[in-house]
């Protein structure tokens, strides 16, 4: 009585892992290429030198439609409730992304965590079928992965469509989507890279932030969890050591005095040393210490200088606020919000606003014997 009626074997399936959506630009219609799963070529019983996926590329005048005619090319019906990544091309992403992905979002199949991405300068068909530049056998996971490893660098960002749609159809904050371009090693082989930010007015791509813009936008959003920060040296400055970052917190403070509206940006974080190419001595402590106040006044500076980047380019370029000062507006003082939020981008670009950053250095990381090197 409570059997599965309207089951699907799991042989007829064809797991979607990844999408990549472009646009014909002589019909106007959508190119819609999904990577599927192909299981019998990752089978750990049954090892096979065949492509561990397949890519159905079709066409539609809706993405629904472009889906529905792969089962025209393709044996098994698509089933998305394994996609990863949903690739967007540059083209498409300016005309406005809602409408695209209003069938993913409306769907009961695809996941709201899935990743949303941007194509630079390149299809996103090409992005989705770049087969090298990892372990990862298979594209549509190699490019979550490097994603999800944003948490361990500051050059890159990310996105699930969840939180684009919040953003995108919210008040106050303008979404940032994570960038693929595809570069070549020296070797002249091909390789997909995560590198910057672009940036959205509502659900339309206005441009890009380049790597240190990102980092400065991740520090203003609290979105930095760890990190590797190279500076000059306090020793020589033509020499280097790195920063990894452990820990931060990011708070925006409005302030409001009659009609003008100001705000402040307070990062706290703590790091260590974990390189430097500079080897000296620091047996005395006093000495440490006066090394480590120099490179925390090194770290503000920088911190300071990438969120200050950041901010002025969206200010003076996208007059777009992708980093909530209007939500932390109308999280303190609502009624000022209702008053201003109808223009609030075009406010936005000339608001004022203060930097404060106070970073710890935890741990020196150095090596306590005498140098044996030259400084």
């Not at 014909?24 to 990752?42: K, N, W, Y």
């Not at 540059?90 to 949303?116: H, I, M, S, W």
């Not at 008040?171 to 595809?182: A, C, F, N, T």
């Not at 402040?264 to 390189?275: S, Y």
């Amino acid at each position: 009585m409570t059997g599965c009626w309207d089951r699907t074997e799991l042989k007829q399936l064809g797991i979607v892992m990844g999408v990549a959506i472009d646009k014909d630009p002589d019909s106007g219609e959508f190119i819609v290429s999904t990577q599927m799963l192909r299981p019998g070529a990752i089978s750990t019983q049954m090892p096979s030198s065949e492509k561990p996926v397949e890519k159905a590329v079709t066409t539609g005048k809706t993405i629904f439609e472009a889906i529905r005619n792969s089962n025209l090319e393709f044996d098994r019906k698509g089933f998305y409730a394994h996609t990863k990544v949903i690739v967007i091309g540059e083209t498409l992403a300016k005309e406005g992304l809602l409408p695209v992905l209003d069938f993913f979002q409306r769907g009961k199949e695809v996941r709201g965590y899935v990743f949303v991405c941007i194509a630079k300068n390149t299809p996103a068909s090409e992005i989705l079928g770049i087969e090298t530049g990892g372990i990862e056998s298979i594209p549509a996971f190699r490019i979550r992965d490097m994603i999800e490893d944003t948490k361990f660098h500051l050059k890159g960002t990310q996105i699930n469509l969840l939180n684009f749609y919040k953003e995108s159809i919210g008040s106050g904050i303008e979404p940032v989507v994570g960038v693929l371009k595809i570069e070549k090693d020296k070797f002249s082989k091909k390789h997909v890279k995560l590198s910057g930010g672009a940036v959205f007015n509502k659900d339309k791509l206005v441009g890009y932030l380049n790597e240190h813009q990102t980092i400065g936008y991740r520090w203003c959003k609290s979105e930095v969890q760890s990190g590797a920060v190279s500076l000059p040296s306090p020793v020589n400055e033509n020499r280097y050591e790195s920063v990894e970052v452990k820990k931060a917190d990011t708070s925006i403070k409005p302030t409001v005095k009659g009609k003008e509206i100001s705000f402040t940006i307070n990062v706290k974080a703590e790091g260590i040393i974990t390189e430097q190419e500079v080897t000296t001595s620091l047996e005395d402590n006093t000495k440490r210490l006066e090394h480590m106040k120099k490179t925390e006044e090194k770290m503000n500076k920088q911190i300071e200088k990438d969120i200050k980047l950041a901010i002025e380019k969206a200010q003076k370029e996208f007059h777009a606020d992708i980093f909530g000062f209007g939500r932390a507006l109308n999280k303190e003082e609502p009624k000022v919000w209702n008053a201003v939020k109808e223009d609030w981008n075009d406010r936005f670009a000339e608001v004022p606003y203060t930097v404060n950053v106070h970073f710890k250095i935890k741990s020196t990381g150095l090596m306590r014997g005498p140098s044996q090197a030259k400084n």
